[in-house]
């Protein structure tokens, strides 16, 4: 779990809770220093308790942890040292020495661990809620801890004056053992230690609600502070002692505090004086009260900030004398009440929103989970749909999980999947909402929502997840929650919910088709086009499914631009004639989404516009006979287009176009071609190697081509010459005509003005494959 004060700094040993010393790993070699200089190494296969003068092992002995740099990685080593205490005192404190390696491994927190200083506040803050939760445990038995201290809260100070923030809760405190057990050995946690002595009696059972386990929260004070004092008072002494040490120190002090205006009733209040470079920011009231309910907004216990405020107040000013009017001695000066705005400071409470996923789904009201919603997200639209849950049993946690009333406006979040709208918190407090799709695929990015679990596995600064089995079964968990909410929507009598859903969010299911193979039963259902038989509404793949007839195989669809475009294809002639519907992709990402499926309920997805299309009911018999009969002409126009097209074939798609050109089986249709010339950036050499094959159907029904199909080839040109005349508009006789007048002129005798029309076998090339 994540690092918080609370294991380094708020230890409460209870003599009823049996403690055991802490042990160096067993698969680790410890080395020892050896009186006379040199190590003495340890044996890894027995338990690594330092022995002390006199026999026996000293209880009171930490593991504390540093890393060594080899080439390019970490080398972790545990460094078991007793804390030196030096005699002699400064002032009236004593001054003791970090444990061993301490402060190198101190140099690397401060500089490597953590990745934003901001995260100072939540370690801190983190550590105070531990505190308060150990008080109010323990309370449970013992009441006289809480005595007169107040109530269980947490207050933040910042000075920007004195350049300091003062946090301050009313836990349970430390005594002076205390204070050098915890802040002078890193990676000494007060929780952790804490937790395993509850484990280890079970009459008290094991509260595992705290937040803290590694124990180097504490010291992420020292990312911005140059200075820190802990001054702490534990139910338990009479005393209270101060703490205090400062940045890049191999040492800290500890003395007893006697000034009675510092004095404390309970728990515990930290001092950062803030770096230079750091001050201006962080001793910012506003900084402060925006950190706290970024990360610490749902901690279980009241969280104030001092805020600058502003208030209404009535005065009493002089009215000013009158023109003209002289003011006379002795009468009062005559005045009139008005108002002004005045400044002040006071406590604010910083975390008013409550984590709504910590209570029962069915005591929570639409309402309140909106309320959330617009507050936890900044949004102003009602969510389309929400839904809360807790997962138990090998994997724990609660969520959850909302789709927006609105679509992202910018394009590039359908691609993106870092968009920060999935909240990691542990133990209520926020961990971070910077993923790469650790927990969300990117095509459900959309979606917005809270996840809180108490033991997921994290780095030792709390802002890395870290890849293993519990993120890959959360990951499903919170997957398959998404759809059924989804789902929800698509069944529901309101079916304007779905449409809007759909003009929002439809693209990401797309994507999803691409990307996520393993959900494709749970995407298809929700997938939604135009078709040829509604062109207005939306029409799902089920309802496609249940229109169709009993000899039909396959879903046909159509990939265009537009669908006007669509509508006016002549693939589509056959199929309307025979009541066969057709979906229309009119999006550049619905071609490929759906050749990603394939298939949906046994039923395959079949391009009308590509070659060899099977409608189910084909008359094999009158097909082959329309293949003989017009072999001599598809081989003929085959050879006249040339390359132009790969072969020409009889087309079984076409009732009133004489042809049409389709793609081949393999490559990109005459759409996806259209697309990928269309990428600014796209690569031109795959165009070649993926352009599909031209193919020229035919119409064997149509006059056109039945015109075209003579027994003599003689025929057949002269047919091809005179529609050749006919298109130009007759400009052969127009020149015969004009050649007639001419010879009218010169006094040649033309019989009723006609043109001599040139018979069109008479002008045929000599090489000529088709004459006779």
């Known amino acids: ?29 410890a080395f020892l220093p050896r009186a006379g200089g040199g190590l003495t190494r340890l044996s890894p296969l027995r338990t690594a308790f330092p022995p002390r003068a006199g026999g026996g092992r000293r209880a009171g002995v930490s593991c504390s942890w540093s890393l060594e740099k080899r080439c390019s990685h970490f080398a972790v080593k545990c460094d078991a040292a007793v804390a030196e205490k030096k005699t002699a005192e400064e002032g009236s404190g004593e001054k003791f020495e970090y444990q061993a390696e301490v402060s190198r491994l101190l140099d690397l927190i401060v500089h490597s661990l953590y990745s934003h200083k901001e995260v100072f506040l939540r370690e801190l803050v983190s550590n105070a809620s531990d505190a308060l939760d150990k008080l109010r445990f323990l309370s449970v038995t013992e009441p006289a801890l809480l005595g007169d201290g107040g109530d269980l809260e947490i207050r933040i100070k910042p000075d920007p004056d004195n350049g300091t923030i003062t946090i301050t809760d009313t836990g349970i405190g430390m005594t002076k053992e205390e204070l050098i057990d915890c802040l002078g050995t890193i990676a000494l946690s007060g929780t952790s230690k804490f937790l395993k002595a509850l484990k280890e009696n079970k009459d008290l059972g094991a509260d595992n609600g705290l937040i803290g386990q590694f124990g180097v929260g504490f010291y992420s004070a020292f990312l911005v502070a140059k200075k820190v004092v802990v001054s702490t008072k534990s139910p338990k002494s009479d005393k209270q002692y101060v703490w205090e040490s400062v940045a890049d120190s191999s040492s800290y002090v500890i003395r007893e505090e006697t000034d009675p205006e510092n004095f404390l009733r309970r728990g515990t209040q930290i001092t950062l004086y803030l770096r230079e470079d750091d001050k201006y920011e962080f001793a910012e009231s506003t900084r402060i009260k925006n950190l706290v309910k970024n990360y610490s907004q749902f901690v279980g216990f009241p969280i104030y900030t001092w805020q600058e405020k502003s ?28 108002t002004k705005t005045e400044k002040y400071w006071d406590w604010e409470l910083a975390n008013e929103t409550k984590p709504l996923w910590m209570r029962n789904s069915k005591e929570v009201s639409k309402e309140e989970y909106n309320e959330f919603y617009k507050k936890a997200f900044n949004e102003f639209l009602d969510p389309l749909a929400h839904t809360h849950f807790t997962t138990e049993g090998e994997v724990e946690f609660r969520s959850i999980l909302y789709i927006p009333g609105m679509g992202p406006l910018n394009n590039e979040d359908v691609t993106n999947p870092k968009t920060k709208n999935i909240r990691l918190h542990v133990k209520r407090v926020f961990i971070s909402d910077d993923f790469d799709g650790e927990l969300f695929p990117r095509y459900l990015s959309f979606v917005k929502g809270v996840v809180d679990s108490n033991d997921l596995p ?173 072999n001599l002409l598809c081989d003929w126009i085959k050879q006249q287009l040339g390359d132009k097209v790969a ?74 010459y005179e529609m050749m005349a006919m298109a130009v508009g007759g400009r052969w006789g127009r020149v015969e005509e004009e050649e007639g007048s001419s010879n009218v002129n010169e006094g040649e005798d033309t019989k009723d003005g006609e043109a001599e029309v040139i018979e069109p076998s008479e002008v045929r090339a000599e090489s000529d494959p088709w004459q006779d």
């Open 458 to 630: 994290l780095n030792v600064s709390r802002e890395i997840l870290q890849e293993s089995r519990i993120v890959r079964i959360m990951r499903k968990r919170l997957i398959r929650k998404t759809f059924d909410m989804i789902q929800e929507i698509s069944e529901s009598e309101n079916k304007e919910d779905y449409k809007k859903f759909w003009e929002n969010f439809g693209r990401f299911l797309k994507l999803g088709c691409i990307e996520d193979t393993g959900n494709h039963k749970r995407i298809t259902p929700l997938l939604r086009f135009y078709s040829s038989k509604n062109e207005e509404e939306l029409t799902s793949l089920d309802e496609y499914i249940e229109n169709m007839g009993e000899n039909q195989k396959a879903i046909y669809y159509l990939a265009t631009d537009s669908l006007k475009s669509a509508k006016s294809a002549p693939f589509l002639e056959k199929l309307i004639q025979k009541d066969i519907e057709v979906l229309y992709l009119v999006e550049p990402i619905d071609e490929v989404a759906i050749q990603n499926l394939q298939t949906y309920k046994e039923k395959k997805f079949v391009d009308i516009s590509k070659e060899d299309l099977e409608l189910g009911d084909e008359d094999e018999v009158k097909e082959r006979e329309a293949k003989q009969e017009f």
């Open 647 to 720: 072969k020409v074939q009889v087309s079984n798609r076409l009732s009133s176009s004489p042809c049409v050109l389709v793609s081949g089986k393999f490559g990109w249709s005459a759409n996806m071609e259209r697309l990928m010339k269309a990428q600014a950036l796209g690569d031109t050499s795959s165009l070649e190697f993926m352009r599909g094959r031209r193919i020229l159907e035919i119409n064997p029904d149509h006059p056109i081509i039945k015109d075209l199909n003579p027994d003599s080839p003689a025929e057949l040109g002269n047919k091809i």
């Open 1 to 29: 779990m994540a690092p918080a004060l609370s294991r380094s700094l708020y230890t409460t040993p209870l003599t009823s809770l049996p403690l055991t010393p802490t042990r160096l790993s067993p698969l680790r070699t």
């Open 311 to 338: 208030r209404t107040v009535e005065v009493e000013e002089e009215e000013p004398a009158k023109e003209g009017e002289e003011e006379k001695e002795g009468e009062p000066k005559k005045t009139k009440k008005t």
